[in-house]
């Protein structure tokens, strides 16, 4: 599978999820949500910059309990529960954002 962004081709595995991890962009990262019908927000790239934080800091993609728990610490003035990431993220916010955020999926997501 593959994704064409700025007439750059960029391999997707079966899931969606870039191979290469270098080959993200803000660009891909549009290109992607367009392919979940989601346009990204303000809200979006928030959680998306800081799941690309955790994933320099600790080499992986957060499941959904540590990755509220994550950006609570980070954005500690806003009030972020599942609720609010299911509404962003279409009901599978760890794996989406992970996906728009250029990361693999996270290992313990079915």
């Given at each position: 599978m593959k994704l064409t962004v700025n007439h750059q081709d960029?391999?997707?595995?079966?899931?969606g999820y870039l191979i290469n991890l270098q080959d993200w962009s803000p660009a891909v990262a549009?290109?992607?949500?367009e392919r979940e019908s989601i346009t990204?927000?303000?809200?979006?790239?928030?959680?998306?910059?800081?799941l690309r934080a955790f994933?320099?800091?600790?080499?992986l993609s957060p499941?959904?309990?540590?990755l509220i728990k994550y950006l609570n610490q980070?954005?500690?003035?806003q009030q972020i529960n599942s609720?609010?990431?299911?509404?962003?993220f279409n009901g599978s916010p760890a794996k989406l954002?992970?996906?728009l955020a250029g990361l693999p999926k996270p290992t313990n997501c079915l």
């Open positions: 960029i391999m997707l595995d079966d899931e549009n290109a992607l949500a990204l927000t303000e809200s979006h790239w928030q959680i998306i910059e800081l994933y320099q800091q600790y080499a499941s959904n309990r540590p980070q954005l500690p003035t609720l609010t990431l299911n509404l962003l954002a992970a996906k």
